[in-house]
């Protein structure tokens, strides 16, 4: 991995607050990252920081070979794209992309050619003399986008930008946002609290929680292997199953599997898509199956699939994931493979 930034033991507090507390990571060049959380987990001040708008407290930012968080805003060689475009409404389209070249004192035989290669990526010269008035919510994003991207910079920082537009819109704009930082090459770091759009969008996802990192892995890898509960829970629906386990075995109510966990206490995370449903427990069973009896307490309709909340006795409950079907009897019999009980921490 060749490495553009790195942020090593960067923390802050606002009065008692910490914001962010002792987080390190690695952002590869030419990487989409998100960082992923609920409010108030540190999502926006870390960006924050990177971009210069705050200082930390401790720990240093690094930008390959120079010390970035010693620098001024305007000295780093990042832009930020924000959740409210900040457009000047005063200036057509072409004027806002090209506000801040012609700040930095660009010669006009640059400066042109520039701007229409940026709002041309964007497909936006067509609308080069209206103003941000005069556009929707996606053409405002795309002038925003292509306002950070002609200054050139070797680093996007994108504060929730799609989060003012309606779902339809956003859907398409995330592949869009996608498809256009392959094409430019540039490093996105990509700020959400929304998990389905962190996944749709990121190489890699830096989920924070209370101000600390909690995982950092690729979307795959962080939904299928959570390390933590708050990750398991937080990434998609889980089914958190408190377990102990004794002489190699994991035990919950009716559910037991062996399992090579040092004694004690233990947690899991089990995907609602894991727990099957069996017809009546018939036909043969592999070795390592678990099946058990169960009785569906509700039926939640999702569209394509539903939720069936489901009472396995002995304080067990379990949410499973199924194909949309008609009403379903109220005992079943589900099928579980203790491969797909992960153990997590917390």
């Known amino acids: 991995m060749k490495r553009i930034l790195s942020i090593r033991k960067v923390s802050k507090r606002f009065g008692a607050a910490p914001a962010l507390a002792?987080?390190?990571?690695?952002?590869?060049?030419?990487?989409?990252?998100?960082?992923?959380?609920?409010?108030?987990?540190?999502?926006?001040?870390l960006l924050r920081i990177i971009a210069g708008f705050e200082r930390p407290d401790d720990g240093e930012?690094?930008?390959?070979?120079?010390r970035l968080d010693l620098l001024p805003p305007n000295r780093r060689n990042i832009n930020t794209v924000f959740q409210h475009y900040a457009l000047f409404p005063h200036l057509s389209v072409f004027e806002n992309v090209a506000y801040g070249l012609?700040?930095?004192?660009?010669?006009?035989?640059?400066l042109?050619?520039?701007?229409?290669?940026?709002?041309?990526?964007?497909?936006?010269?067509?609308?080069?003399?209206?103003?941000?008035?005069?556009?929707?919510?996606?053409?405002?994003?795309?002038?925003?986008?292509?306002?950070?991207?002609?200054?050139?910079?070797r680093l996007l920082l994108l504060d929730e930008p799609l989060s003012a537009l309606d779902a339809a819109l956003r859907r398409a704009m995330q592949?869009?946002?996608?498809?256009?930082?392959r094409d430019v090459g540039i490093t996105f770091i990509f700020v959400t609290h929304d998990q389905e759009e962190a996944m749709t969008l990121s190489d890699r996802i830096a989920l924070l929680h209370n101000g600390r990192v909690e995982q950092v892995d690729t979307?795959?890898?962080?939904?299928?292997?959570?390390q933590t509960a708050y990750a398991a829970a937080f990434i998609g629906q889980t089914n958190l199953v408190a377990a102990r386990i004794q002489e190699g075995f994991a035990a919950a109510g009716p559910l037991r599997w062996p399992c090579a966990l040092a004694e004690g206490n233990a947690r899991f995370s089990l995907r609602p898509e894991h727990v099957r449903l069996v017809n009546g427990g018939q036909g043969t069973i592999a070795p390592d199956m678990i099946r058990l009896p169960a009785t569906i307490r509700r039926q939640t309709f999702q569209g394509a699939t539903e939720l069936l909340d489901l009472d396995c006795g002995d304080g067990l409950a379990l949410t499973a994931r199924v194909g949309s079907t008609r009403e379903q009897v109220a005992d079943v019999t589900v099928e579980i493979n203790p491969s797909h009980l992960i153990p997590v921490r917390g």
């Not at 012609?102 to 640059?110: K, L, S």
């Not at 936006?124 to 950070?148: E, I, K, N, Y």
């Open 112 to 153: 042109r050619p520039r701007v229409q290669s940026a709002l041309s990526e964007m497909r936006m010269l067509d609308f080069a003399r209206r103003r941000p008035t005069q556009l929707s919510g996606g053409q405002q994003q795309r002038v925003a986008l292509a306002r950070a991207l002609v200054n050139r910079p």
């Open 175 to 181: 592949t869009e946002l996608k498809a256009l930082q």
């Open 102 to 110: 012609r700040a930095r004192g660009v010669r006009e035989a640059e």
């Open 22 to 45: 002792d987080v390190s990571l690695d952002i590869a060049d030419g990487e989409f990252l998100t960082i992923l959380g609920e409010s108030g987990s540190g999502k926006t001040t």
């Open 219 to 226: 979307p795959r890898c962080i939904y299928q292997s959570p």
């Open 61 to 66: 930012i690094w930008m390959q070979d120079e």
